[in-house]
């Protein structure tokens, strides 16, 4: 894939929101879904920033650490666990967070 774009980031992350229906709390199980909710409430203050909307230095750390928190938890960044169908859009947006958690880094 060719470098990112932060535009480009966020539109994906955005996609993997949707996708998963991160935003409904009806689509996930009750203990699961407060790690959901507050991964999806870090992907959209990260959106923001990629958007040119810069948080705060503290934020910026706050964010990186929940996008590290959301990588490691949700094993997005095992390629064994990727459903065979959605590999291609989740090596794009591991791809996507990845490149948000340094670009916020900066």
């Known amino acids: 894939m060719p470098q990112l774009e932060p535009k480009q980031a966020a ?3 955005e ?3 949707a996708f998963y229906d991160m935003d409904n709390a009806k689509a996930w199980d009750k203990d699961d ?9 870090v992907m959209r203050s990260a959106i923001q ?12 750390r706050k964010i990186v650490a929940g996008l590290e ?4 938890d949700s094993f997005m960044d095992d390629p064994n666990e990727w459903e065979k169908e959605n590999k ?7 791809e996507a967070i990845q490149f948000t958690i340094q670009f ?3």
Do not use: H
């Open 11 to 13: 539109s994906i992350i």
């Open 15 to 17: 996609k993997w929101i």
């Open 33 to 41: 879904y407060p790690f959901i909710q507050s991964s999806c409430k």
């Open 49 to 60: 920033a990629l958007r040119g909307k810069a948080p705060a230095p503290n934020e910026r």
């Open 69 to 72: 928190d959301w990588l490691d």
């Open 88 to 94: 291609a859009f989740v090596q794009e947006a591991l």
């Open 104 to 106: 916020l880094q900066k």
